[in-house]
């Protein structure tokens, strides 16, 4: 069974920047982080392949947060700039227990997920 474990939320302005780790034990090939903020639903922010050739991201954090991963340590991370108010949420890392060449965007396709982590970005 994998776990996974996410790190480095918090309260941050608007403008600033976070970075989020989740340290994964056991096998996993894409990974992924989702959001979601209270009354909505999860959302995808950010995927990756097994071997990191391919990223893929959300519309709304193109060009402002930056996935990557260390396969050496099994931790995939978040770089997060540029922070919005609207970025706040629960930050919830996720991964597939199976192959797949292309990043996974839709929840249904990630067999394992942490627990979260808060993101709050004050204006």
């Known amino acids: 069974q994998v776990q996974l474990v996410e790190s480095g939320g918090g309260l941050v302005q608007a403008g600033g920047s976070l970075r989020l780790s989740c340290a994964a034990s056991?096998?996993?090939?894409?990974m992924g982080w989702f959001r979601q903020a209270p009354g909505k639903e999860r959302e995808f922010v950010a995927g990756?392949?097994?071997?990191?050739?391919?990223?893929y991201y959300a519309d709304s954090v193109e060009g402002r947060f930056t996935i990557s991963r260390d396969n050496a340590k099994n931790t995939v991370y978040l770089q997060m700039n540029s922070l919005k108010p609207e970025d706040t949420a629960v930050y919830y890392c996720?991964?597939?227990?199976?192959?797949?060449?292309?990043?996974?965007?839709?929840?249904?396709?990630?067999?394992?997920w942490g627990r979260g982590t808060q993101v709050t970005v004050s204006s």
């Open positions: 990756i392949t097994w071997r990191g050739r391919s990223t």
């Open positions: 996720a991964a597939q227990g199976v192959l797949d060449w292309e990043v996974a965007t839709r929840v249904s396709e990630y067999n394992y």
């Open positions: 056991g096998r996993t090939y894409g």
